[in-house]
């Protein structure tokens, strides 16, 4: 059974860097698929942030791009989400997830930007 | 950036019922839709792929249609566990996209 399990801080001060990171288990990164992240604020939709293939580049929303770094890890079997320069518009459940048509979700963390 | 539209916004019905939800996009994303079915604090399911592909697991009342920019969601008979959002995606262009999510609620 594949597996996706977010981990990082629940809360970052405006201006600084937001880090997640997500293991995946049940299935290695390195045999295939898009990895990928979504957000959701609190009450509303869903925003898709950016995408890797597990030997490609990345693929990013343009409204993030200048500030979203996503990378994989093979080895640890992971990949990663920055976002830098966060503001409070930046709060929200960030889900790591599989595939451009997402079949399996993080259970989603709450990340929330405040001083 | 492909913009999807669903409509209505809320959709108010009894169980049993039939619902059909709409999801327009602003150029055509072929068969690249998928709808997802989302309750309060939890994680979205991929309910349909590909426009009209039931997902691993999904019950045959649930069914989609519709190709190029028009697409539709249809639950046959609502159950008391499908009164959910419901989000369509697509996949034809990056950056993927979300349309802004249909509330089906209990009339």
């Known amino acids: 059974q594949v597996q996706l399990q977010e981990s990082g801080p629940g809360l970052v001060k405006p201006s600084e860097t937001l880090s997640l990171t997500c293991a995946v288990s049940g299935y290695s990164i390195s045999s295939g698929y898009y990895w990928g992240w979504i957000r959701q604020p609190p009450g509303k939709g869903l925003e898709w942030i950016g995408s890797i293939y597990h030997s490609g580049g990345p693929s990013y929303n343009p409204s993030l791009k200048n500030r979203v770094t996503i990378s994989v890890d093979t080895s640890k079997n992971q990949f990663s989400l920055r976002l830098s320069s966060v503001t409070a518009a930046d709060t929200a459940v960030y889900y790591c997830?599989?595939?451009?048509?997402?079949?399996?979700w993080g259970q989603g963390t709450l990340v929330t930007v405040s001083s | 950036e492909i913009v999807l539209t669903q409509s209505p916004a809320t959709l108010s019905l009894s169980p049993g019922e039939r619902a059909t939800l709409s999801c327009r996009a602003s150029?055509?994303?072929?068969?690249?839709l998928a709808w997802y079915q989302q309750k309060p604090g939890q994680a979205p399911r991929l309910l349909i792929y590909?426009?009209?592909n039931r997902a691993t697991g999904i019950p045959a009342r649930f069914s989609g249609s519709g190709s190029g920019t028009d697409f539709t969601l249809t639950i046959s008979s609502l159950e008391p566990e499908d009164f959910a959002v419901y989000y369509c995606q697509q996949r034809s262009n990056w950056p993927l996209t979300f349309g802004g999510g249909t509330k089906v609620e209990i009339k």
């Open positions: 590909d426009a009209s």
């Open positions: 997830v599989r595939s451009r048509f997402v079949d399996y």
């Open positions: 150029q055509s994303v072929t068969n690249y």
